[in-house]
């Protein structure tokens, strides 16, 4: 009897914890699409000032007063909001770091979901945006950020919902370092063009306008960025074929519960 009762115990603690976990990731994703919503907002304000709204075309950062560094220092403050609310919903360092990625998969795809209704812009998946200016201007179509997104939303996911599991650390190193390489890489080809004008000094980062972008060697990139979300999966379902296999694949029924009892 105390076996079971210990067992319905931890099932109905384990319930809780779900519930709570699904409840953050909806606070969470609520949290993000309003700052994805003020975040076109204020670029659809910016865009209009310096007549961008489209931002491929020739002078695409036309230096107005003190505004590029204020955008600059917009974009970290963002990024620091982004970060702080996965730290405040998360309970652990795997968690916290998954609702941050979160936050930030879902506040870039509704950043164009609505500057699309604002001003029509972007037109299609393909179109050129900027995507940062920190340390050097990104570059790149829409459907680039808005797959590494997904990815973001995918592997935060599963590292909220595996926050109280304990996972073997080095295989999640192992894993982590090739997600890490996988971003490196990205970075690479989003600022691949701001790199080779580099050299040339700021006004040429500044009017630099890409033609073509490395889709190969951005999808390697991706391929490795999805790693750490892959091991995460693949743990998931290991530990829910652990436990099926321990209880011989059927959990007690009620009737059963109580004839023990």
């Known amino acids: 009897m105390l076996c079971i009762t210990k067992r319905a115990s931890t099932s109905s603690m384990n319930k809780a914890q779900s519930m709570s976990c699904r409840n953050r990731w909806l606070i969470v994703f609520a949290y993000a699409v309003a700052m994805a919503w003020v975040e076109a907002a204020a670029v659809l304000y910016l865009r209009t000032i310096v007549h961008r709204i489209e931002p491929w075309q020739p002078n695409p950062f036309p230096v107005i007063g003190g505004m590029a560094s204020v955008e600059v220092a917009r974009e970290a403050a963002t990024l620091l909001m982004l970060l702080a609310v996965g730290m405040l919903a998360g309970r652990s ?99 691949e063009d701001a790199l080779a004008a580099a050299r040339q000094g700021g006004d040429a980062i500044r009017n630099v306008l890409p033609k073509n972008f490395h889709w190969p060697l951005f999808c390697a990139a991706l391929f490795l960025m999805a790693v750490p979300a892959l091991q995460l999966l693949w743990r998931r379902r290991s530990s829910q074929a652990s436990e099926k296999s321990g209880s011989g694949g059927v959990a007690p029924s009620q009737e059963q519960t109580y004839r023990a009892t």
């Open 93 to 191: 360092w795997r968690s916290r770091l998954g609702f941050a990625a979160i936050a930030f998969g879902v506040w870039d795809i509704f950043y164009y979901v609505f500057l699309k209704a604002m001003c029509g812009w972007p037109h299609s998946l393909m179109d050129w945006d900027i995507l940062f200016l920190i340390p050097l201007p990104w570059w790149g179509p829409v459907l680039a950020p808005v797959l590494i997104s997904l990815l973001l939303i995918l592997w935060g996911t599963l590292a909220c919902r595996l926050e109280q599991t304990r996972t073997p650390v080095l295989p999640e190193l192992a894993a982590s370092g090739v997600g890490a390489v996988g971003a490196v890489l990205g970075l690479q080809v989003f600022m």
